[in-house]
């Protein structure tokens, strides 16, 4: 890949990135899973998986990590206000069924498109279950690998999820993983065969969702 266009916070040896306003979020350490460190106080997670092999693959994951794929793939419904991520549009993820359902309002704090990184945070807003930040990157290594990371620092917001005390991390963890999972699948499944990039099987492209 030849094509840089990125957004998100800005870091001083990199002009490519842009953050999104703070108002509403119900937490202060905006952009930490990108420019770091994770802030004390919160429970961390780092789930890294391998989803695929060199540049196509890149584009596939990174395509279905911030046009929503890989979370609706991932049986999550999103209600999201822009076709792919973007600094300040509004999310909602939601999961389980009827009064099980939990829903989880979220705004894009940054997005990064990069030569070898492709990816995006978004932080809750008021009426989350959690506060906090959480990060969906699609990274080539130098040996042509590509890995699906999730970073996150988090705590309880409401009643029921400090309530359920050490059970919310190995559920946020088991979810980590069932996107990476998801992600291979569809990775896998992209037909990217002398296109020089992904091709998608079936009638809608994966940043439309």
Not at 47 to 58: D, S
Not at 140 to 147: E, I, K, Q, R
Request: aromatic share 8%; glycine share 12%.
């Amino acid at each position: 890949m030849n094509r840089t266009d990125t957004t998100g916070p800005t870091r001083p040896e990199r002009k490519d990135r842009r953050v999104a306003s703070d108002d509403g979020l119900n937490y202060a350490e905006t952009g930490a899973t990108l420019l770091g460190p994770l802030p004390e106080g919160y429970r961390h997670l780092h789930v890294r998986v391998p989803v695929g092999r060199g540049g196509a693959a890149l584009e596939t994951a990174g395509a279905a990590v911030t046009g929503w794929t890989m979370h609706r793939a991932s049986g999550a419904r999103v209600a999201a206000s822009t076709a792919r991520a973007e600094p300040g549009s509004s999310v909602e993820v939601s999961i389980g069924a009827g009064p099980l359902r939990f829903r989880a309002p979220c705004r894009v704090i940054w997005t990064v498109r990069e030569p070898d990184r492709i990816g995006f945070a978004y932080g809750t807003l008021s009426g989350h279950p959690e506060c906090g930040e959480e990060s969906f990157l699609a990274e080539m290594a130098a040996d042509g690998t590509v890995w699906f990371t999730v970073t996150a620092f988090s705590r309880p917001a409401r009643w029921y999820t400090r309530l359920a005390g050490p059970l919310v991390p190995v559920l946020q963890r088991m979810y980590a993983r069932r996107l990476g999972a998801t992600l291979r699948r569809l990775v896998a499944e992209a037909d990217t065969g002398g296109t020089g990039g992904p091709r998608w099987s079936g009638s809608r492209h994966p940043t439309t969702g």
